[in-house]
């Protein structure tokens, strides 16, 4: 059975950094590429960026509302795909979801339970 | 940057046919995807490449797409569809999501 297990979501302050974690298993990690998507409260799904596979060099792409602020990273060895978010904004309280796309489908396949991030002071 | 624009809610009986698209400059150029997320739940995968259904996914969901209009198609709509609902392409790299649509059962 193909799980994806996130955690790390908390409460933090605006200005502050947080790392979140997902652990998975069922499926060929390393040749996976993996996402992160996010969903503000009561709001539509805002992709977040990815971290490619290692044929693709881990190679990853950010959304502009994100890029310079977070670092997508992943450990082959663990079956695990890490965020970790700086300069944390109130508009980055969010449900955020790790994804595996397994490339055949162009689609983000299975998704995880999500966890809670909350920037707020 | 490429937008996809869904209208924000779709109403369907029971048994009835249920259409829901998703516009965009260059949604017929593109592979769209279509996810179902229901209350309190995570979203599920329905349709990719415009109009692949994932294994596990009823039939009664279908999907097609010409010019700039994508559609997922429920043919004999149940209660247990009611969700919303989210097309999604990639442009230059980056995965865009349409704002999505509820549907009522």
């Known amino acids: 059975e193909v799980q994806l297990v996130e955690s790390g979501g908390n409460l933090v302050q605006p200005g502050g950094t947080l790392r979140l974690s997902c652990a998975t298993s069922?499926?060929?990690?390393?040749?996976?590429?993996m996402d992160w998507v996010r969903q503000a409260p009561g709001k539509g799904l805002e992709w977040v960026g990815r971290?490619?596979?290692?044929?693709?060099?881990?190679?990853?792409e950010y959304a502009a509302s994100v890029r310079g602020r977070v670092i997508i990273s992943r450990d082959d060895s663990k079956r695990s795909l890490y965020l970790e978010m700086n300069s944390l904004k109130t508009e980055d309280t969010a449900v955020y979801y790790c994804?595996?796309?397994?490339?055949?489908?162009?689609?983000?396949?299975?998704w995880g339970q999500g966890t809670v991030v909350v920037v707020s002071s | 940057s490429q937008e996809l624009t869904q209208p924000p809610s779709v109403s369907v009986s029971p048994g009835q046919t249920a259409s829901m698209t998703c516009f965009g400059d260059?949604?017929?150029?593109?592979?769209i995807s279509w996810y179902q997320q229901r209350p309190g739940q995570s979203p599920v995968l329905v349709i990719y490449?415009?109009?692949q259904r994932p294994s596990g996914i009823p039939e009664r969901f279908s999907g097609s797409s010409s010019g700039n209009t994508a559609t997922l198609t429920i043919s004999g709509a149940q209660a247990m569809d009611e969700a919303d609902y989210y097309c999604?392409?990639?442009?230059?790299?980056?995965?865009?999501f349409g704002g999505g649509t509820k549907l009522t059962v």
């Open positions: 994804v595996s796309a397994s490339g055949g489908t162009l689609a983000f396949d299975v």
């Open positions: 069922g499926f060929p990690f390393s040749d996976h590429y």
């Open positions: 971290s490619r596979n290692k044929r693709n060099n881990y190679t990853p």
């Open positions: 260059k949604v017929g150029n593109k592979y």
């Open positions: 490449k415009d109009n």
């Open positions: 999604q392409m990639w442009d230059s790299s980056a995965a865009v």
